[in-house]
């Protein structure tokens, strides 16, 4: 009659448990690698202030007063002027294609005013599409500004608070109220689809796999690139209808604008949702089971979603941070859905982010398919 408990059996199922784990890398790597992940990116990489934002100065002169004005906005750290134009046409190009998220404009006459004692203004326009990325910026100017301006002209410390006759007009571009929905509503499309994306594409061979139809499934007179297309193409008929819901709630329930050309945005996306089902099928051939695709996937989502600028501004992040955010398809598809939906930006000023989705096609292809060929053996 067996025992109720036997330390003896307890030890075996327990060694087979371990050797069992220590055969299964995938899943013993997401056990160490998502907790060190989540400790790295959260403690390092995010940043809900962020500094050192890059901005362009439009001045036509190099007066004493514009020269006061730039270093006490670069002693903020909230500036970086790493653009210096001169003309609006030149700026306004900069700001739509996302390179810079401040314009400062400082006009000829502003030191000719300032020093006749006439009221002198200074322009700021801002990206205003992430509210939380330009708010610290913003709220730092008009004291900065006005005490820079009276330390030039040599006012007493005892008079800081005194009106030196200076406005400051801050232009908050593209979204004037600050409402944080648009922002976070255009980037859901991108979140959604990379979600269900690369999720169902991942299981696509490890199903035929576990269900032991992956012999048939070779067996056909068919090569890895029709097996890739035939796998991957009815999931466009799934992103397309998440899609047409998200922009159609977009607009109905939050009333998110759309400035721009809807041929443009359906381009980008279909580019989008081809690269992320390839990325998803690249995850299938190298997954043993649907458990595996499903961790590698949770293991790509969790830093895509941080470093891409979806939660956080992603010029707050470190420089390191950002560069990781680069190989992510979801921070170049929001750059390109922000500003098509809400700055009506053309195809000059996207041209760069949807050729790096294009890229990312090209990448996950070969990978894929090499991959693919690899498990005829």
């Given amino acids: 009659m067996k025992r109720f408990f036997s330390p003896v059996r307890l030890r075996a199922l ?19 690698g998502v907790p060190l992940m989540q400790l790295v ?32 906005l670069e002693m903020t750290d909230y500036y970086r002027f790493n653009h210096v134009v001169g ?24 030191a000719r005013k300032v020093d006749r004692g006439e009221r002198a203004q200074i322009l700021i326009e ?12 913003i709220s730092t100017l008009g004291t900065v500004a006005s005490r820079a301006l009276k330390r030039e002209r040599g006012v007493p410390a005892s008079q800081a608070d005194a009106d030196e006759g200076l406005d400051v007009i801050v232009h908050r571009r593209y979204n004037p109220d600050g409402v944080s929905q648009y922002n976070i509503v255009p980037g859901l499309l991108g979140v959604i689809l990379q979600m269900t994306m690369v999720m169902m594409t991942s299981i696509a061979l490890t199903r035929e796999r576990e269900r032991g139809t992956m012999e048939n499934l070779l067996a056909m007179p068919a090569s890895p690139l029709e097996i890739m297309l035939g796998k991957i193409l009815p ?30 945005l359906l381009s980008a996306v279909f580019i989008f949702v081809m690269a ?11 997954a043993r089971t649907q458990m595996q695709a499903l961790q590698l996937t949770f293991f790509f989502f969790l830093p895509s ?25 979801l921070t170049h598809f929001l750059r390109v859905i922000r500003a098509v939906m809400l700055k009506g930006a053309e195809l000059s000023a996207v041209a760069l982010e ?17 991959r693919f060929r690899r498990t005829l053996d």
Avoid: H
């Fill in 14 to 32: 327990l060694t087979k448990e371990f050797i069992q784990m220590r055969r299964d890398r995938i899943t013993f790597g997401m056990m160490l």
């Fill in 276 to 286: 992320l089902v390839l990325l998803g099928y690249t995850i299938s051939t190298v």
């Fill in 87 to 110: 003309s609006a046409a030149e700026a306004e190009a900069l700001i739509e294609s996302g390179e810079v998220l401040f314009i400062v404009t400082i006009p000829s006459d502003f």
């Fill in 305 to 329: 979603i941080l470093l891409s600028g979806f939660m956080f501004p992603f010029r707050g992040m470190p420089v390191w941070a950002q560069w990781i955010g680069e190989i992510f398809p």
């Fill in 235 to 264: 999931y466009f008929v799934v992103g397309a209808v998440q899609v047409a819901v998200v922009l159609a709630a977009s607009r109905l329930l939050f009333g998110i604008p759309f400035v721009g050309s809807v041929t443009l």
């Fill in 354 to 370: 949807t050729s790096v989705l294009a890229l990312f096609i090209l990448a996950y292809a070969a990978i894929a398919l090499m």
């Fill in 41 to 72: 990116l959260f403690g390092y990489a995010i940043n809900s202030d962020p500094k050192e934002l890059p901005a362009a100065l439009v001045a036509t002169s190099q007066d004493r007063y514009t020269r006061a004005m730039v270093s006490a």
């Fill in 126 to 137: 801002a990206d205003a599409t992430d509210p939380s990325a330009a708010s610290g910026a």
